[in-house]
């Protein structure tokens, strides 16, 4: 939605490169970003996610990181493997009630 | 080990036809949510429960009507299905609300003629 923005839509990359994914939110009160990979066919899977409280979060070959003086954070994949091939979303919760919004996603390819 | 379970799979109506989407949780959560996804959208909200007995509106609910049944099952219902409805239909539920992780369904795809 329009309270997440998401870039790049598209992402090629070669297997072994870096990707980043960026998202900025609007709501200064949301404290909650997850990230979700988007497999062909399936539903979304949460693969990482921060609270406000941390500035970065790493899990193997996925990071997450932070920044909430500007509204922004981002998702770290090192050493990609087309296996990483998806879509990934990010989100926000927003307003009072926390409502989960999503950005539009990014499409990762990972060339071998 | 079920998580959300979403049913039917496929669907195709036609332009006026109506029709109930299902969903239904055995993770005991308190918040259940229909999201919509269409190319180039990303993950739009429909509607929601935060918990047993409410139900909200979210960003796109015109076309739609929900009922939280139990607090296992929320269900999305087309009351006269229009081609701008065709989509993919995603349930998903979360402990207690949207600070938490959110665990989806499957998905449903639409089609309206």
Request: glycine share 8%.
């Amino acid at each position: 939605g329009e309270n997440v923005e998401q870039h790049p839509s598209t992402l090629s990359v070669q297997e072994g490169d870096s990707a980043v994914i960026k998202c900025t939110y609007s709501d200064s009160a949301s404290n909650y970003f997850p990230w979700y990979k988007q497999e062909l066919g399936k539903g979304p899977q949460l693969i990482i996610d921060i609270r406000s409280n941390v500035g970065e979060k790493k899990d193997q070959r996925i990071a997450v990181t932070l920044n909430k003086t500007a509204k922004h954070f981002s998702l770290h994949i090192t050493e990609t493997q087309p296996e990483d091939s998806a879509v990934y979303f990010c989100a926000a919760p927003y307003g009072g009630s926390y409502i989960p919004t999503f950005g539009r996603g990014t499409s990762l390819i990972v060339h071998p | 080990n079920a998580g959300v379970t979403q049913t039917p799979k496929f669907q195709v109506l036609k332009t006026g036809q109506s029709m109930t989407l299902q969903c239904a949780q055995d993770m005991n959560h308190n918040s259940m949510y229909w999201y919509r996804q269409d190319p180039g959208m990303g993950l739009r909200l429909i509607y929601y429960s935060a918990s047993e007995g409410t139900t909200d509106k979210g960003e796109v609910p015109n076309g739609y009507n929900v009922s939280r049944l139990n607090k296992r099952e929320f269900s999305l219902r087309l009351e006269s299905a229009a081609p701008s409805q065709t989509s993919v239909y995603f349930c998903a539920s979360s402990e207690a609300g949207g600070q938490e992780k959110l665990f989806f369904g499957s998905g449903t795809q639409l089609s309206v003629l």
